[in-house]
């Protein structure tokens, strides 16, 4: 069976070859980006979870672009390498985002005890996927499309204006399918709730 680490690096090597591919994956390993997790207290809020939610979404996005009535609908058609690249690095906005710290929290029987937990801490505030752009960006040339794929995977959970979002989906299907990926992702394949 593959570690976390090793199956994000086989997918990402088999499909993401645009130059920088090498650069970026050496600062992904050079980063807490396989140790960190995906949240603070909600999905896959454990170390390694930000790595394994990347690769559930790369599953969920790579299903649904095959589903029979999207390719009817949208007539989408995306490279193996645009598939990984929006999937696997939607998120690197979160990389040393995540601190261990405690916090106290009462037990069964009513003591209050210190138990660990992830504080979050961004020391780069530039937005959630707009900041995973940017990063994304010193390393390799996106498209339009995965630009905006990756600005706009929080769908409709997002903090933005719903027109501007609508109008962004509407535009971009591959920032529809990202975010309907990465819900997918988060609500049915990893574990919800604080430990």
Not at 62 to 90: F, G, M, P, Q, W
Request: charged share 25%; hydrophobic share 35%.
């Amino acid at each position: 069976m593959l570690t976390i680490k090793k199956e994000f690096t086989q997918i990402y090597q088999e499909n993401i070859t645009r130059e920088g591919h090498v650069q970026l994956l050496s600062y992904l390993e050079r980063s807490d980006f396989f140790q960190a997790p995906a949240s603070s207290r909600y999905h896959n809020s454990f170390e390694g979870g930000l790595a394994q939610h990347s690769i559930n979404v790369y599953h969920c996005l790579k299903n649904y672009l095959e589903r029979e009535r999207c390719r009817e609908l949208y007539r989408l058609s995306y490279s193996d390498e645009t598939i990984a690249l929006v999937a696997l690095l939607h998120d690197v906005c979160k990389i040393d985002s995540y601190k261990k710290d405690t916090r106290n929290v009462k037990n069964e029987q009513g003591v209050w005890e210190k138990v660990p937990y992830y504080r979050y801490e961004d020391s780069l505030p530039y937005g959630h996927g707009e900041k995973s752009v940017y990063m994304l960006s010193g390393f390799m040339r996106l498209t339009r499309e995965e630009s905006m794929a990756i600005r706009w995977h929080m769908g409709f959970s997002g903090i933005e204006d719903k027109n501007t979002i609508g109008n962004a989906l509407e535009r971009y299907p591959l920032a529809f399918a990202l975010s309907v990926a990465d819900m997918e992702s988060t609500y049915f394949m990893e574990e919800i709730g604080a430990k």
